[in-house]
């Protein structure tokens, strides 16, 4: 009997692992496909479409085959959803299915529109193979977790999930757990959204948000003349400031010094995470630690990391600060370092908004900021360079915005977007039901509130003070109210804000620029383009339209309403702006690039191709607002 059951059991193991793992290659085929045709890397005109449906044909003209789709789906912006088999015509009729992403890249590549570098196709391959082992993973943990959850929820007799987080959790406890919920599927438009070359599945496993990791992080010491410190006015110096926030920590820091016959005068406290300790900074910062300007000793905190994986919330009951921390993980095809870009600008910049939002009446009612009130960086005292100092730097948010007491309680985007562990329906219909009914009138409702909070703070900063803020799905929480109607927008991450300084300073204001050979700048002074598609990008493409594409597939309103409803809404807030803009040319000018031109979208899948030769390559998607 004993026997039977095992070999039942194991039998029923191996056929869910295979189900995951084809899950897992559908999931990857799909996402390349999606890239492939929004980068025109293969060319969406020339697909031949079936007379009816979705079925299409692709001629791959230099080997003299077909692909083959038998269901792709058509939506705004360019989108194409491939939720059926892909087939190969050879020239002589005969046919055979593609069942791996390595078979698709490997029959793609000679009709690609770019060149790939010399080792591009096989690390694109390597990368989303890997990719794939670490969603399997992720998926086979998520499908226990979800009835762990079921249990709770169905014991605590909640409502539904968030109800249940926000009921038995305080409440930045129960925000980092719907943001690492939101873990999962990764940024819509990398092809290698699980990728972690350098760790083995235990690592994955227990370092990952998507599996509910609780990390270690180790309070290092770095030499004061050896660092370079940021901070927001307010702030009154680095070790203050980290005295007051982390008592506890202190004191253990400063007492492990002392035993070590060090004076924590001379030293500051550096968070530094585990994996990065041990498997990087022991080794390339050996030389730092031999001549005492680096000592890797001290206490530890465990820590929650967020979806960004390198950003970890101390896992206490009482809330504290935001770590955002460098770590030399090869993770979606870049190293997961912290540039000195982020140290000086995020405090800055934090800074420079809370400013604007403490004189704009209408901005402090939709928009709230996770402050990066201090930052430091590993710095040469005598060169200045802080090269190095990309691997041993941290920056600190205030995790304020998170606690409230107006009754509006957070949840990150990308976890809207994720599957419910009640119904396997995305959280945002949770959301939408408790304003009482599910139709598609009242998602069309939710989202015209929706689009509402995010565009007018998002349009408000970047056409009258020329910032632009970097409001993905990862960066982007909601601030809804008790019945689940969108109330504020809440953003995070300002070392890569892009800013228009002209614009900038005719409003009055100044920002001190950072600029390093060899990192890309943020600050811009004649061509503003390239800070309209940062917005263009990450609040519209990779947000607001992920968000419509969510809610057309679960409510199946008619056409293109929400892309509708959406540039309804752009409308509104060009005009509420339109009599505080510099100039009506420029009012025209940024009306007709969101509304009317071409969309503007970073190329991920082609800079993998061509090894990052250029961080900055775009393509063009179709406006699915001027489509309407």
């Not at 530890?300 to 504290?320: A, V």
């Not at 228009?500 to 620029?513: A, I, N, Q, T």
Request: glycine letters at 4%; one cysteine or more; a negative charge.
């Amino acid at each position: 009997m004993d026997e039977r059951m095992s070999s039942w059991a194991y039998a029923e193991s191996k056929a869910r692992t295979s189900q995951l793992c084809m899950g897992a290659s559908r999931n990857a085929i799909s996402r390349l496909v999606r890239c492939l045709f929004a980068e025109r890397l293969l060319e969406p005109e020339a697909l031949m479409w079936a007379r009816q449906g979705n079925e299409a044909w692709l001629p791959l003209w230099r080997s003299r085959e077909v692909l083959h789709f038998t269901d792709l789906h058509r939506a705004p912006a360019g989108t194409l959803q491939n939720r059926g088999s892909i087939e190969v015509i050879d020239e002589t009729g005969a046919c055979y299915l593609i069942d791996s992403p390595s078979d698709l890249i490997g029959q793609i590549v000679p009709a690609l529109a770019v060149v790939p570098a010399q080792d591009g196709v096989q690390r694109l391959i390597r990368d989303v193979e890997d990719s794939m082992r670490n969603d399997v993973l992720a998926r086979d943990h998520r499908e226990r977790w979800s009835a762990e959850f079921r249990g709770k929820i169905a014991e605590a007799e909640a409502r539904d999930f968030i109800d249940y987080l926000q009921k038995n959790l305080p409440p930045h406890l129960a925000a980092i757990t719907l943001d690492q919920w939101g873990a999962l599927e990764g940024h819509p438009f990398y092809p290698t959204w699980k990728a972690k070359s350098d760790l083995s599945a235990e690592e994955v496993t227990a370092l990952s948000p998507e599996f509910g990791a609780r990390v270690r992080v180790r309070i290092v010491a770095l030499r004061k003349e050896w660092s370079y410190v940021e901070k927001m006015p307010h702030v009154s110096g680095y070790s203050e400031w980290f005295s007051q926030n982390f008592p506890e920590l202190w004191c253990d820091w400063a007492k492990g010094l002392k035993e070590r016959g060090k004076s924590s005068e001379d030293w500051l406290p550096l968070p530094v995470h585990s994996w990065h300790l041990d498997n990087f900074l022991r080794r390339e910062l050996a030389s730092e630690i031999a001549s005492g300007v680096f000592d890797p000793n001290g206490p530890e905190i465990t820590t929650l990391p967020s979806m960004s994986f390198r950003t970890m919330l101390p896992d206490t009951q009482e809330p504290r600060p935001f770590i955002k921390l460098p770590v030399a993980i090869w993770m979606t095809s870049e190293q997961r370092i912290l540039q000195a870009k982020s140290i000086h600008m995020g405090p800055r910049l934090s800074t420079l908004i809370l400013e604007i939002i403490s004189k704009e009446r209408h901005l402090s009612e939709k928009l709230e900021i996770f402050s990066e009130e201090l930052g430091a960086i590993l710095h040469h005292p005598v060169t200045g360079d802080e090269h190095p100092g990309r691997f041993l730097s941290v920056v600190y948010r205030n995790p304020d915005a998170m606690t409230r007491n107006d009754g509006l309680f957070s949840v990150t985007v990308a976890a809207l977007l994720a599957a419910s562990p009640l119904d396997g329906r995305p959280l945002i219909c949770e959301l939408i039901a408790r304003g009482g009914c599910q139709s598609e009138a009242a998602a069309s409702a939710f989202f015209r509130a929706y689009a509402r909070t995010v565009i007018t703070p998002i349009l408000t900063m970047y056409l009258l003070y020329g910032l632009a803020l970097e409001a993905h799905q990862q960066n982007s929480t909601i601030l809804f109210d008790e019945i689940g109607r969108p109330q504020k927008l809440l953003l995070r991450d300002f070392g890569d804000a892009r800013t228009f300084v002209p614009l900038l300073k005719e409003r009055g204001y100044d920002l001190k620029p950072f600029t390093r050979t060899g990192i890309l700048p943020t600050a811009f002074y004649d061509d503003i383009s390239l800070v309209r598609s940062f917005v263009i990008d990450a609040c519209f493409v990779c947000h607001l339209h992920e968000v419509a594409l969510c809610l057309n597939e679960q409510y199946k309103p008619s056409d293109t309403s929400l892309w509708y409803i959406l540039r309804e809404e752009t409308e509104a807030a060009f005009d509420a702006l339109r009599p505080r803009v510099m100039s009506d040319a420029r009012w025209l000018e940024e009306r007709k690039a969101f509304l009317e031109d071409p969309w503007r979208s970073r190329s991920v899948l082609r800079m993998h191709l061509e090894r990052y030769r250029d961080f900055r390559v775009e393509h063009e998607l179709p406006n699915p607002l001027a489509e309407v």
